[in-house]
Structures are given as structure tokens and as C-alpha cells.
């Protein structure tokens, strides 16, 4: 195989898309799609651009939930993404449905397969990456669909249709695992 050098801004080699809610300072249900994410047993990590509302926002209210999106929540994610919290309401715009955290302070989202709940715990801005936020969170909860479960209460992987982001900064776009 013939490998050429190439000068992208970013190369994005198939990231989950994630939902991540949380609520805004006075309550309200907000959402954003993130494609850089990693978890390592109870600990979560997740990019941003540092201008957003969403890291603005959960840099305040610290708790959070990471939502996988399947391939029927194409549009959502696509929506999430392309607009701006701090400008619309999300939840309401594109008809999620924000269910309550029984063990933080933020919203799981109801059609999502998989929830994560977490609490910040630490957010790292380099001089060496300007504009990027990583944050690292402490997992408190998980949740699956029970459809997304064998019999004995494990991962049914081969049920799974995520949502995978693939890019370099110009060409860019979502492709379903299945």
C-alpha cells in the first residue's frame, strides 16, 4: 500500500458521534454533539472548542451526560451540532426527551441507547493547543437500553448502529457502523 504525505488541518479517523446534555445555569435542558471522547474505566474524556456554550456551561454546572446517538438519531445529531445552545432551545427544537439523572444533576436523553452520568473533575487548556478544551470526568452511572443487552445482561454489540464522525477539516461527515 502506497502512503502519500498530507497536509490536513485534522484527521478525524472514526469517532462515535456523542449527545452530551446538561442543563444550563437557570435549568434548562441543553444538548451538543462531540465527536472526541474516551473512557478508561470510571474516568471520561471528552474536546472542545473552547468557545462554545456547551463548555461554558458545563464548566459552571459541572454534571453532565454522554449520550450514543444511533444511526435513527442522524438528524438530531446533525442539529445539535450545527446549532448554537446559548441561541435555541434544542431539546424543544429538534423533540428529545430530557429524563432526569436519578444520580447527578443533568439530563439523559430518553431516545439514546446508551447514557453515561458524569461529574467534571478536571479541565485542561494548554498554551500548546490554543482553543481546545479537554475536560476529564468521573463516570457515576451508566445506562442501556435493555435491548442492547443479551440474556445475561451483557453488551450486545452486534446491536449496535452508531454513528461514527470521519474527516480532515474540509471534507467531513457521519457514517453508520452497520
Do not use: Q
Not at 52 to 75: C, W, Y
Not at 76 to 85: D, E, H, I, L, Q
Not at 86 to 103: H, M, N, Q, R, Y
Not at 133 to 141: P, S, V, Y
Amino acid at each position: 500500500m502506497k502512503k502519500v504525505n498530507v497536509n490536513y488541518e485534522k484527521l478525524y479517523y472514526g469517532f462515535p458521534v456523542i449527545l452530551v446534555s446538561y442543563y444550563d445555569t437557570d435549568g434548562t435542558p441543553n444538548v451538543t454533539t462531540v465527536s472526541s471522547s474516551y473512557t478508561l474505566k470510571d474516568m471520561m474524556a471528552l474536546g472542545f472548542s473552547s468557545k462554545g456554550h456547551a463548555i461554558k456551561r458545563i464548566k459552571e454546572v459541572s454534571d453532565f451526560v454522554v449520550n450514543l446517538a444511533d444511526s435513527s438519531m442522524a438528524e438530531a445529531v446533525n442539529f445539535c451540532g450545527s446549532k448554537t445552545g446559548a441561541e435555541c432551545k434544542k431539546f424543544d427544537s429538534i423533540g428529545l426527551t430530557p429524563i432526569s439523572s436519578k444520580v447527578i444533576h443533568a439530563p439523559v436523553i430518553e431516545e439514546c441507547p446508551i447514557s453515561i452520568e458524569c461529574s467534571l473533575t478536571d479541565v485542561i487548556e494548554s498554551g500548546n493547543y490554543i482553543g481546545i478544551t479537554n475536560i476529564l470526568a468521573k463516570i457515576r452511572g451508566r445506562l442501556v437500553a435493555e435491548e442492547y443487552l443479551n440474556i445475561t445482561g451483557r453488551l450486545h454489540v452486534s446491536a449496535f448502529d452508531n454513528i461514527l464522525y470521519i474527516g480532515d477539516g474540509d471534507s467531513r461527515g457521519f457514517r453508520n457502523m452497520k
